[in-house]
């Protein structure tokens, strides 16, 4: 099956600082690349979804500013978690799908803490 | 209001016997259905698309219906296995939006 590499697995990070997450799809091209957050025993959190080239479409509450989302190829995308406070921490998950209606390949997250 | 309910939070099951989880969806028109495995600390894994138009998907020990009158899908996993033992999300694959949208997930439990 298709392979989707997220990095880091785990990251620790002071308050007020910045931490990128990278996704890459590492034998197919991912058309669309989805950004998700989940809290213990929770659902996955859709925050946005990500076309190459394009802006990414947030959902409802999640701020732009705060969670920057580059997509610069079909086989990279990266979350930037800007001044970034102990609520932001959470496990981020990405995922990639070569085509609308198809499967997705999910990374193996990232665990953020912030201190 | 949208929401996506899978019937239990978690479920108990002997080895050998089916186990059959539920997924219900309110105000959604998905296109099609997925269904992941989510193991603790991992991302999840795809299972089993189905589409609106289809009753019913096989894979194996698996199968999949799809009732898009009542909303739901049900998950059905026969000859059940303690390895099979994980968390399993239904998700909305949505029709107007490229989106997928996850159910909270059913943490099932294979009894030895």
């Known amino acids: 099956g298709a392979v989707v590499s997220q990095h880091p697995s785990w990251v620790i990070c002071k308050s007020g600082t910045s931490v990128k997450i990278e996704c890459r799809s590492l034998d197919f091209q991912a058309t669309t690349m989805f950004w998700y957050r989940q809290f213990p025993k929770q659902s996955l959190m859709l925050m946005a979804t990500s076309n190459e080239g394009s802006k990414a479409t947030y959902e409802q509450g999640v701020e732009k500013d705060k969670f920057l989302i580059n997509h610069a190829s079909l086989t990279l995308s990266t979350l930037t978690v800007t001044s970034a406070h102990p609520e932001d921490s959470s496990f981020y998950i990405c995922?990639?799908?070569?085509?609308?209606?198809?499967?997705?390949?999910f990374g193996q997250g990232t665990r953020l803490t912030v201190v | 209001s949208q929401k996506i309910e899978q019937n239990s939070e978690a479920l108990n099951i002997q080895e050998g016997k089916t186990a059959t989880l539920t997924c219900n969806y309110t105000n959604y028109s998905p296109a099609y259905l997925q269904w992941y495995r989510q193991d603790p600390g991992r991302g999840p894994v795809f299972l089993l698309l189905i589409r609106e138009n289809e009753k019913e998907k096989r894979k194996e020990r698996l199968k999949v219906t799809f009732d898009t009158t009542l909303k739901q899908s049900l998950f059905h996993i026969t000859a059940s296995q303690p390895a099979d033992s994980a968390t399993y999300l239904c998700a909305l694959d949505m029709n107007r939006d490229d989106k997928i949208i996850f159910g909270k997930g059913t943490r099932l439990h294979i009894l030895p």
């Open positions: 995922s990639a799908r070569r085509g609308r209606h198809t499967e997705a390949f």
